[in-house]
């Protein structure tokens, strides 16, 4: 399976953003999806989970109310909305196959996400 996540960029506090994951070489409607962000200096961590048909979704609690995950099984694409941005939210954005709250498989390239104050 392949991943790679796009739309990310430059914010100001306050502003949203959607970022996307395209996966190829897999079955993707079967898989439960989630995004993972790693900051500076940290590590990587849980944003949001989606499962496989897109009925249930989880956040961690510091994004929750403010950011969306989605997805479009007929294109194969993972979606994040961010809304109400803050510069903590400032990181690289990654999608991955998850089993909850844990990926697992291989990490396809990230989206940065900058946000200024």
């Known amino acids: 399976v392949q991943l790679q996540a796009s739309g990310g960029g430059l914010v100001q506090a306050g502003g949203s953003l959607r970022v996307s994951c395209v996966v190829s070489?897999?079955?993707?409607?079967?898989?439960?999806m989630g995004w993972f962000r790693q900051a500076p200096g940290k590590e990587r961590e849980f944003v949001a989970g989606?499962?496989?048909?897109?009925?249930?979704?989880y956040y961690a609690d510091s994004v929750k109310g403010r950011f969306t995950i989605s997805r479009d099984n007929a294109r194969n694409t993972l979606y994040l909305q961010m809304n109400s941005l803050k510069p903590e939210d400032t990181a690289a954005y990654y999608c991955?196959?998850?089993?909850?709250?844990?990926?697992?498989?291989?990490w396809g390239q990230g989206t940065l996400v900058t946000v200024s104050s």
């Open positions: 991955a196959t998850v089993e909850g709250r844990n990926p697992f498989g291989s």
């Open positions: 070489g897999g079955t993707f409607s079967s898989y439960a």
């Open positions: 989606i499962s496989w048909g897109g009925a249930r979704t």
